[in-house]
Nanobody, 121 residues
Framework: QVHLVESGGGLVQPGGSLRLSCASS????????MAWYRQTPGNQRELVAG???????DYADAAKGRFTISRDNALNTIYLQMNSLKPEDTANYYC???????????????WGQGTPVTVSS
């Protein structure tokens, strides 16, 4: 069973940057996809960015050009670099990983605490 812990969220002014981290309890090389999601109260969780097959990245339109997803296999950590932050980026951010065809958190429904991001002046 994989344990994922997000960190790095906080309060930032518009135009600022944050780097979110997602630490995995197991070797992330085990997984064939990793992703960051975000959710605001009353809304569904939405995909922000993903790495698929180890190299291919994909971003939500709202994240393109501003966010970068990356991984550090040695640290078993997935990152989300967020630049030029906007108030509409305010949300709780979560990560997930896929083993085979199964997303670990998506299939279990247990998304944990995530890390909150607030973009405000």
């Amino acid at each position: 069973q994989v344990h994922l812990v997000e960190s790095g969220g906080g309060l930032v002014q518009p135009g600022g940057s944050l780097r979110l981290s997602c630490a995995s309890s197991v070797n992330i090389g085990t997984f064939n996809a990793m992703a960051w999601y975000r959710q605001t109260p009353g809304n569904q969780r939405e995909l922000v960015a993903g790495i698929f097959g180890g190299r291919q990245t994909d971003y939500a339109d709202a994240a393109k050009g501003r966010f970068t997803i990356s991984r550090d296999n040695a640290l078993n950590t997935i990152y989300l670099q967020m630049n030029s932050l906007k108030p509409e980026d305010t949300a709780n951010y979560y990560c997930d990983v896929r083993y085979g065809s199964v997303w670990m958190r998506g299939s279990s429904g247990n998304w944990g605490q995530g890390t909150p991001v607030t973009v405000s002046s």
